[in-house]
Structures are given as structure tokens and as C-alpha cells.
């Protein structure tokens, strides 16, 4: 079965961090880049933190700029988001996207089921 399963959301205090995973399976994981990608309560989706099939080159949005970190372990099917020095404006539903860019262009995507992450005090 070809899915994307994320892990680690939950409830963290202004200031505080917390390591989201999201694990592939039935892809060729080490071909794909990923994402990660939010939705806040207003059911605005953002873009977080991307990260290409290698490991090579990643790309944050302006709101997490020096403060989330994604990388990408090929040999254990995983990308990780590592988020520190949290703030309210965090609290958002968190997606893992797995995407293929085929030669000519096209490209497949494949979605998680999100994983909730709220900072609250």
C-alpha cells in the first residue's frame, strides 16, 4: 500500500519544540522530494519547509525561517520536521507531501492524513 503516515503532533508551550516524522511506504522513497505543509484554522493552506529527493537543497516558508528544520533520511523512508522556538500562529493541521516530477514534466503527488499540532500555554 502506497501511503505517507505522520507522527509526533500534539500539544507544546509558546517557546517550545517538537519533531514531527512522516514515514512512506510502497515508493521509491529516495526518488521523491517532500514537503511539509500546514493548515490553520482559517483553512489556509502554507507552504513550511521542502526538501528535495537527495537531501540536497530544502526551501522554508517566510513564517519558519530559522526556526524549522526539515531533512530527509532515504535509508529509514522518513522526512523529519523539527520545530523550535514554537509560537501560537504554529497551531495548524501539519501534512507530509511525497512528489515525483516524471521526465516530461508531469507530476504525481501523494498526501498524509495531517497530524495536529497546537501551541498553547
Known amino acids: 500500500q502506497v501511503q505517507l503516515v505522520e507522527s509526533g503532533g500534539g500539544i507544546v508551550q509558546p517557546g517550545g519544540s517538537l519533531r514531527l516524522s512522516c514515514v512512506g511506504s510502497?515508493?521509491?522513497?529516495?526518488?521523491?522530494?517532500m514537503g511539509w505543509y500546514r493548515h490553520t484554522a482559517r483553512k489556509e493552506r502554507e507552504l513550511v519547509a521542502t526538501?528535495?529527493?537527495?537531501?540536497?537543497?530544502?526551501n522554508y516558508g517566510d513564517s519558519v525561517k530559522g526556526r524549522f528544520t526539515i531533512s530527509k533520511d532515504n535509508a529509514k523512508n522518513t522526512v523529519y520536521l523539527q520545530m523550535n522556538n514554537m509560537k501560537p500562529a504554529d497551531t495548524a493541521v501539519y501534512y507530509c507531501?511525497?512528489?515525483?516530477?516524471?521526465?516530461?514534466?508531469?507530476?504525481?503527488?501523494?498526501w498524509g492524513q495531517g497530524t495536529q499540532v497546537t501551541v498553547s500555554s
Open positions: 510502497g515508493l521509491a522513497f529516495e526518488t521523491y522530494s
Open positions: 507531501k511525497a512528489q515525483f516530477t516524471y521526465a516530461r514534466g508531469s507530476v504525481y503527488e501523494l
Open positions: 526538501i528535495t529527493s537527495d537531501g540536497g537543497t530544502t
